[in-house]
């Protein structure tokens, strides 16, 4: 079985700021993992994710994640936040029948 | 990139009719589509797994015979909420699963049910 665990369902950042978006996880078999990303009233758009090899993901607008297998995390960062990137952002493990479980989301507002 | 597109965006219907939602897959083929459920200010729930040419395989807690799931072709899964109730107003979102080249799941832009 899977599960994700999202710290923290709301975290405000201002503009040009660091973003930090946490996701734990659990799985009973090697993870694979992605973050994606929800406008308003819009599907999910992916944003980066995880299989094997190099632990550190880089996705589309300029946000990476580091695959921690000792602390089951794969947390979400950016340098420097953009208005645009207000939103909510899910991550999620997938299961061995590709099924996606997903966390309760974050949203990210972006102060100006 | 590829493209899933959902029909209707949006459906406001009367409780006790029932509701078709279509998932295309644009430009890929698809053998497993999901369905999954968003109610406002939550995560998806992931509804069932729809495989071509084959029974949806639903989660646990939903009724088979409340949301019938077609996936007739390798492009095309439809779901159909039948006897629509105020309580199945949602967000439902498909995604689709492309198996050539990195094997990622795309999802639909998602459909608004309301039903009054």
């Known amino acids: 079985a899977q599960s994700v665990t999202q710290l923290g369902s709301h975290v405000s950042v201002s503009e040009g700021a660091l973003v930090l978006l946490r996701c734990n996880y659990s799985?009973?078999?090697?993870?694979?993992l992605f973050w994606y990303v929800q406008y308003p009233n819009q599907g999910l758009q992916l944003l980066l994710k995880?299989?094997?090899?190099?632990?550190l993901v880089k996705g589309i607008n300029g946000f990476e994640a580091e695959f921690k297998k000792s602390e089951t995390s794969f947390h979400l960062t950016k340098p420097s936040a953009h208005m645009s990137d207000a939103a909510e952002y899910f991550c999620?493990?997938?299961?061995?029948?590709?099924?996606?479980?997903f966390g309760q989301g974050t949203l990210l507002p972006v102060n100006p | 990139g590829a493209v899933v597109s959902q029909h209707p965006s949006w459906v406001i219907c009367k409780s006790g009719t029932s509701v078709k939602i279509e998932c295309r897959s644009l430009?890929?083929?698809?053998?497993?589509m999901f369905w999954y459920r968003q109610f406002p200010k939550q995560s998806l729930m992931l509804m069932a797994t729809?495989?071509?040419?084959?029974?949806?395989?639903?989660e646990q807690g939903v009724e088979k015979d409340k949301f019938l799931i077609n996936h007739a072709s390798l492009t095309l899964s439809t779901l159909t909420v039948t006897s629509a109730h105020p309580e199945d107003s949602s967000f439902y979102i498909c995604?689709?699963?492309?198996?050539?080249?990195?094997?990622?799941?795309?999802f639909g832009p998602g459909t608004r049910l309301t039903v009054l």
């Open positions: 995604s689709a699963r492309e198996v050539r080249g990195a094997d990622t799941q795309y």
């Open positions: 799985s009973s078999v090697p993870p694979y």
């Open positions: 995880y299989t094997t090899g190099a632990t």
């Open positions: 999620a493990v997938r299961g061995s029948n590709y099924q996606l479980t």
């Open positions: 430009d890929f083929q698809a053998t497993t």
């Open positions: 729809s495989n071509e040419g084959s029974k949806a395989t639903y």
